[in-house]
């Protein structure tokens, strides 16, 4: 790849961009599936090459991350409306994991979220019921953790398809 080449430059940064939100989707700091479309959308936009297949993939990604963002919070929370599990047990559960995840790194994020769930739950139900309601709460953010990602990775293979036809 010469330094010139902008076309090349950019099917990089793209790339990178793509693997970024990936990661992103894992690594909840940062807005995964968001960097994975815009990095299709910048790949789509300002390479040279067949602009008709160019923005079919452009297309196509974003319907998945809409779609995608869509079901990652319908689909979960209809799972915690169904058990029972209020949205401020889980709102107390973020907070703290936020926070967690800024005393114990990465850790702290996991440990927070179940602690808050679970102290909300406890309060609200009893030590008797709170770990299997918490448990419901743990596996609704699971859900909608591989929604995102199912939706992230097939935009990037998406775009792998369009950089071997484009």
């Known amino acids: 790849m ?12 793209s790339g ?17 599936l968001l960097l994975t479309w815009s990095g299709v959308l910048l790949w789509a936009l300002l390479s040279d090459g067949s602009g008709s297949a160019r ?10 991350a809409g779609i995608g963002m869509v079901v990652k919070f319908v689909w ?4 915690l409306k169904d058990t029972g599990v209020p949205g401020s047990a889980v709102i107390v ?17 996991v440990l927070g979220f179940i602690l808050g769930v679970w102290l909300m739950e406890l309060r ?7 770990w299997p309601s918490t448990r419901s709460a ?10 995102e990602l199912a939706s992230a990775l097939l935009i990037a293979v998406l775009w792998l398809f369009g950089l ?3």
């Not at 079919?56 to 974003?62: E, F, G, I, M, S």
């Not at 979960?76 to 799972?79: A, E, L, M, R, W």
């Open 55 to 64: 923005l079919l993939v452009a297309v196509l990604a974003t319907l998945i």
């Open 93 to 109: 559960g973020g907070v703290l994991g936020l926070i967690g995840f800024f005393v114990v790194p990465f850790v702290g994020l």
């Open 138 to 147: 743990i596996g609704a953010v699971g859900l909608s953790l591989l929604v």
């Open 124 to 130: 609200r139900l009893g030590p008797d019921r709170a």
């Open 2 to 13: 010469e330094l010139s080449d902008t076309s090349a430059a950019i099917t990089l940064i």
């Open 76 to 79: 979960p929370g209809k799972k």
């Open 164 to 166: 071997a036809f484009a």
């Open 16 to 32: 990178l961009v793509i693997l970024t939100g990936v990661i992103g989707v894992i690594v909840p700091i940062l807005p995964g």
